[in-house]
C-alpha cells in the first residue's frame, strides 16, 4: 500500500507535481499531463492580452475537479511582489496553494532566501498553503518550516537547466530533518534523477522542462511518472547497505565439483 | 471613458459601467481572469457592483504555463 502525499489539507496518490510552461501545443500538454497522472499542476500569473480575448487558455481546457492549481510567483524579485502575485491567484477562487518563487539573479534564477522568507511570513498569516522555492539550503529549509510553510521545494538545480541532482547531500539534510513535505524543484533532467530525488526520500518531485522540452513530451511524461513511483517504493523499501567488496549471492555450499 | 487597462489605453463606450460590463466588452466575461482596479483586487461577487471611473487603471490577469 503506497503512502499518500499530504500538502497541508490537501491528499494526493501521484508524487509528481508538472509544470505547464514551454510545451510545443495544447494536444501535447493535454496527452503529457494525462499520461503523467499528475494530480498538482503549476501555472504562471500573468496579463491577459486584451486585444485577443479569445486566445486559448490550457487552464480552461482542463477539468478543474481533477487537478489542484498550484500557481507560481514567478516574475517576483521582492516578498511585496510576490504576494501581490498570489493574492490575484487566490481571487480567482480555484486554489488555495501558492508556490513562493522569488527570483534574486537573473542568470541563474536562484532564489532570493530573505525576500522568500519574508513573503511566506506574510502569505502564512493570509490564510495560504505556502509552499517555498528555495535553493538547497538546509538551515533556510528548517527556518521556513519552523515559520509554518506546509512544504519546502529546494532546487536540484537551476531552474532549466537539467543538471539534476547537483548536491544530493545537503538535499538529504533537508530530508533528514523535515517536518514538512519536501519536494525536489527544478533542475531535473532525466527520469534517473527524478528517481534519484525520490530514493533520497523526497516526498515529490515537481518538473517541467524535463518534459515539455524532451523529443517527445508525452513519452517523457510517462517515464517521468515510473520513474518517480519507481524511486518512492525504492525508498519505501529501504536500499541495501552499500558494501566494498563484494557478498555472494548464491550459496558457497552444495558446489558441484 | 478612458481606462488604462494592462498597460494600454482603452476607451470603453459607456458614460457609467461596471467591471462585468467591461469583461463583456472586452469579450472576457466568459473567461477564467482576475481584475484589479487601481491596485484593489476586485472579488468576483463584486463584478456587478464595482463602477468604473474616467482614468481608473485596471489589470486582468489570467493562468498561463508556467513551472
Known amino acids: 500500500m503506497k503512502s499518500p502525499l499530504r500538502i497541508g489539507p490537501h491528499t494526493f496518490e501521484s508524487r509528481l507535481l508538472l509544470g505547464t510552461g514551454k510545451f510545443p501545443d495544447f494536444d501535447i500538454q493535454r496527452k503529457a499531463v494525462e499520461v503523467s497522472k499528475t494530480e498538482i499542476l503549476t501555472f504562471a500569473i500573468r496579463r491577459m492580452n486584451v486585444f485577443e480575448p479569445t486566445q486559448p487558455n490550457f ?20 516578498a511585496e511582489e510576490a504576494v501581490r502575485i498570489a493574492r490575484l491567484a487566490k481571487a480567482s477562487e480555484l486554489c488555495d496553494m501558492i508556490k513562493v518563487e522569488v527570483i534574486g539573479d537573473a542568470k541563474t534564477l536562484l532564489p532570493d532566501p530573505l525576500e522568500t522568507y519574508r513573503a511566506c511570513e506574510i502569505l502564512l498569516d493570509e490564510g495560504f498553503i505556502v509552499l517555498p522555492y528555495i535553493s538547497d539550503d538546509v538551515i533556510l529549509a528548517r527556518r521556513l518550516q519552523e515559520l ?50 525520490m530514493e533520497l526520500g523526497a516526498d515529490a518531485v515537481l518538473l517541467n522542462t524535463a518534459v515539455s522540452g524532451a523529443k517527445d513530451p508525452v513519452k517523457m511524461a510517462e517515464a517521468m511518472m515510473w520513474a518517480v513511483e519507481a524511486g518512492r517504493l525504492g525508498y519505501e523499501a529501504g536500499r541495501i547497505p552499500m558494501k566494498r567488496y563484494a557478498s555472494a549471492s548464491s550459496p558457497l555450499e552444495g558446489i558441484p565439483t | 471613458m478612458k481606462l488604462i487597462i494592462n498597460g494600454e489605453s482603452i476607451v470603453f463606450p459607456e458614460q457609467q459601467g461596471h467591471i462585468y460590463q467591461l469583461l463583456c466588452h472586452l469579450q472576457m466575461e466568459q473567461r477564467i481572469v482576475i481584475v484589479e482596479l487601481n491596485g484593489n483586487i476586485i472579488s468576483k461577487s463584486a463584478y456587478e457592483t464595482t463602477l468604473l471611473s474616467d482614468e481608473d487603471r485596471i489589470e486582468i490577469v489570467h493562468f498561463v504555463g508556467g513551472g
Open chain 1, 59 to 78: 487552464l480552461e481546457s482542463l477539468d478543474l475537479n481533477k487537478y489542484t492549481l498550484l500557481p507560481n510567483t514567478a516574475g517576483a524579485s521582492t
Open chain 1, 148 to 197: 509554518g510553510v506546509h512544504a519546502v521545494m529546494p532546487g536540484a538545480s537551476p531552474i532549466g537547466t537539467g543538471l539534476g541532482l547537483l548536491n544530493p547531500h545537503h538535499l538529504s539534510f533537508i530530508i533528514e530533518q523535515a517536518t514538512v513535505p519536501v519536494i525536489v524543484d527544478a533542475g531535473i533532467g532525466t527520469p534517473s534523477d527524478a528517481a534519484k530525488a
